[in-house]
């Protein structure tokens, strides 16, 4: 049942693959955030009972979907197909508000304010990259835009975007992504179809690991937790991962590890070194200079204002 009389939907969007780390992430959801309604964007044909079991368990609603990507909607090996899963999520939920969240997620607390929040006109809400973050800048001065959302958390007005057509625009700036001008594949597109348009979420929502600030959403966009493990991150996933009420199933990213070891503290102490940082930042930063400058953006320049 939809709880306080506002059904609070959440999306999933997974491949087999992936089935563990989303399985986690949906632990911590319905954990923390009883009765809510939990989407599952499926691309491929496989098993989710123990989902559907672990989400009647905390009380909560289970709804899955079997999404079919377009053909000329291309993945790569970071991004595969299943990231596009995403901006089909009106086209399912028709009306109130959806939040998206990426399965890379741990949910430690109540996500009731984000479904009471007043939107005002805009039909998306996004946590903006700080300036800090190595790409930023140049994200924001390759578009033109005075900002830039990350993807992996999306707060979406269903009704409004039920007949917007910023969607159908990020789409086909995804279909035109032929050779490879949008690094980041559809957060590119999503950043160019809605320009400025969008509500700027506090940053609690969309917790990058870029500052000790206590937050509610923790999203691993860069370190993965089951390769960086001791992080006050990581520690945070594997208290989920210890509790989980079920079996998992196997993963990629499972590497038997010695939590004992030295090795994942050294890995730690080796990126958290400023001049390793540093060096990073500028590398990547340089290499997006170059690759803008080289491609130059043209069909970007042409459709990224949206109607």
């Not at 309604?37 to 079991?53: A, P, Y």
């Amino acid at each position: 049942m939809p709880c306080d009389g506002i059904e609070k939907n959440v999306v999933f969007c997974i491949t087999e693959l992936f089935v563990k780390p989303a399985a986690i992430s949906i632990y911590s959801l319905v954990s923390n955030n009883p009765g809510y309604t939990v989407n599952l964007f499926k691309v491929g044909s496989f098993c989710t009972e123990n989902l559907k079991l672990l989400c009647e368990k905390y009380g909560c609603q289970f709804r899955e979907f079997e999404i079919e990507i377009e053909n000329d909607l291309k993945g790569s090996a970071r991004w595969p197909v299943v990231v596009y899963a995403r901006l089909f999520i009106p086209r399912y939920i028709k009306s109130g508000r959806a939040l998206y969240m990426d399965s890379d997620t741990i949910i430690d607390g109540s996500l009731d304010e984000l479904f009471e929040l007043d939107m005002g006109e805009y039909e998306l809400g996004a946590v903006g990259t700080v300036d800090t973050h190595k790409y930023s800048k140049v994200l924001k001065k390759r578009f033109e835009l005075s900002n830039y959302f990350n993807a992996g958390v999306l707060l979406m007005d269903c009704d409004k975007l039920s007949v917007s057509k910023k969607l159908d625009k990020a789409l086909e700036l995804a279909k035109l992504n032929n050779k490879g001008e949008l690094l980041y594949q559809d957060q590119d597109a999503l950043n160019l179809a809605f320009g400025n348009e969008w509500l700027n979420l506090d940053e609690k929502y969309n917790h990058l690991g870029l500052s000790n600030k206590p937050a509610v959403v923790y999203h691993f966009a860069f370190a993965k937790p089951w390769k960086v493990r001791q992080t006050k991150m990581g520690l945070l996933y594997q208290e989920y991962l210890r509790s989980y009420p079920f079996k998992l199933p196997q993963f990629y990213g499972d590497v038997p590890m010695n939590e004992n070891s030295l090795y994942p503290l050294l890995a730690e102490l080796f990126w958290r070194l400023p001049i390793i940082k540093q060096f990073d930042r500028l590398l990547w930063s340089r290499i997006l200079k170059l690759r803008a400058d080289r491609q130059q953006c043209s069909f970007v320049w042409k459709i990224k204002t949206p109607n």
